[in-house]
């Protein structure tokens, strides 16, 4: 039987799979990391490397019967390297605020065309090779020892394999790589602006191609058989992406976790660069990614609110504002829900957030009500951005378990058909199935998912407030709302 093994290197934990021969999940395993973001804006690759291990061993037996391993991590993170290929120092976090300094140094320095190919509107997010001069100013000792500018998936391939090299879909937020004809390479221009030395920049090589094989120190310390076969790996949205089948043509799909990320897929580049863009996992393919920071707004709102911290103050909100009554629903306040600076297609570079409109009257389930709404109504807006109205059903997969509340209250709020996965760990799968379809050709199932459709007595509603939510948007953000496609 075969056996491919895919590690998912998330914001938070890192996530680990088994599938069989038939693409079929066999084994899977989750370990936290929380201290990988001790530091502000800095991440420790020691903590990454813990979780990885453990989330491996936990697969039990069928770790030893490996046949491959496929890779994707959160992105951008730059990760340096030693010339072992190991860290030498923590990473460098997209939204570590004194990037802010060197984007506005920076930034307004590259020409036009430069700045056109990389697909991408000028953002903090979009330009993470800032972190090379950061890192020569504020850590002249790491800088000093570095021989690979690498990001999280160099540094994951290389504690595998002891080879460095990057893959498109992560090199699309560098700034210094062309996205829009990703055959050039890197951007020389940008690259010598930064005075960046073109011997630090890792190959670039798609997510199927593999990398190396896992070597002998690789073996002994995660469990993985010495000698099999490891792919370049992508980011985490591009290997939840080939889960789902998503090529051009095929359906969208909406990823609920710390992040919402709407994601479509093109057979050429998007000119208009308003929301993320990235090569995808095969040449001629683009993924459009509009992303708000969700989770968080959610998580933030609980704690504020008075619900509690994580999970089961969030739930108990969900579930509250579920249980709402339509009558006391269209009274609820609004929550404009942007905690912290948001990336495309929004590019705050703030925090812009507010409860409005709230009484003496309202009610705690008002309160949950508008907290709830707030976030999904920034959805439906990043979506229509993205998606066409009329493009019909889309994806939704999430950590939602047998929880009906919330992707129902989406449904009704996006009016839109849900095609509901029930899978949290589809970037692992995806990028296992990568490997698999390298190795030895393996082709994914289609995925199991389960309609949920807006409710009509909700959808009018959830009409009546968007109206109003877009005036209270409008007013407390200072912008105009985005143009739907």
């Not at 999970?311 to 339509?326: E, K, N, Q, T």
């Not at 829900?337 to 705050?348: A, D, K, S, T, Y």
């Amino acid at each position: 039987m075969s056996v491919f093994v895919g590690i998912d290197l998330g914001t938070s934990a890192t996530k680990t799979v088994a599938i069989n021969g038939d693409g079929e999940v066999i084994a899977r395993a989750r370990c936290a990391h929380p201290t990988s973001r001790a530091q502000s804006g800095r991440v420790d690759t020691r903590a990454w490397r813990h979780s990885v291990t453990t989330a491996l061993a936990a697969l039990g037996d069928v770790l030893a019967q490996a046949d491959g391993v496929g890779i994707d991590v959160h992105c951008p993170v730059i990760v340096p390297l030693d010339a072992d290929g190991h860290a030498c120092g923590p990473g460098v976090q997209w939204d570590n605020n004194i990037l802010r300094y060197y984007f506005n140094t920076y930034s307004a320095r590259r020409s036009p065309q430069a700045i056109a190919a990389t697909g991408n509107h000028p953002s903090q997010s979009t330009f993470i090779a800032l972190a090379h001069p950061y890192l020569r100013a504020h850590d002249p000792e790491v800088f000093s020892r570095m021989r690979t500018f690498g990001m999280a998936g160099t540094w994951l391939g290389a504690l595998l394999t002891g080879r460095t090299a990057l893959d498109p879909t992560q090199a699309s937020y560098t700034g210094i790589f062309d996205t829009v004809m990703p055959e050039h390479g890197w951007i020389e221009e940008t690259v010598e602006l930064l005075d960046i030395d073109p011997a630090v920049l890792p190959e670039v090589r798609y997510p199927m191609e593999i990398l190396g094989t896992v070597t002998t120190e690789a073996s002994r310390e995660l469990g993985l058989p010495e000698g099999i076969a490891v792919t370049v790996g992508s980011a985490d949205t591009p290997a939840a992406a080939y889960a789902l089948g998503t090529r051009p043509g095929t359906k969208p799909f909406l990823i609920m976790g710390t992040t919402h990320v709407v994601n479509s897929c093109l057979n050429a580049p998007d000119p208009r660069a308003t929301a993320l863009q990235r090569c995808g996992n095969e040449p001629g393919q683009w993924l459009i990614n509009g992303v708000t920071n969700g989770g968080d707004a959610l998580a933030t709102g609980a704690l504020v609110t008075g619900f509690g911290q994580a999970g089961l103050g969030v739930g108990d909100m969900i579930r509250m504002a579920h249980d709402l009554s339509p009558d006391d629903a269209v009274v609820a306040p609004y929550f404009i829900p942007h905690v912290m600076r948001e990336r495309g297609p929004l590019w705050f570079e703030s925090p812009c957030s507010q409860i409005v409109d709230i009484t003496r009257e309202t009610t705690r389930e008002q309160v949950a009500r508008a907290v709830i709404d707030g976030v999904l109504l920034v959805d439906r807006m990043v979506l229509r951005s993205c998606v066409p109205q009329d493009a019909g059903a889309i994806y939704l997969t999430g950590a939602f378990g047998s929880d009906e509340s919330f992707p129902q209250i989406l449904a009704d709020i996006l009016n839109t058909d849900l095609d509901l996965v029930d899978e949290s760990y589809l970037p692992a799968i995806g990028a296992a199935g990568m490997c698999g379809a390298s190795v030895a050709g393996l082709h994914l199932p289609e995925v199991h998912s389960r309609r949920v459709s807006p409710r009509p007595e909700w959808v009018v509603i959830n009409d009546a407030r968007w109206d109003v939510f877009r005036t209270f948007w409008k007013r407390t953000t200072g912008r105009e709302l985005l143009p739907e496609l």
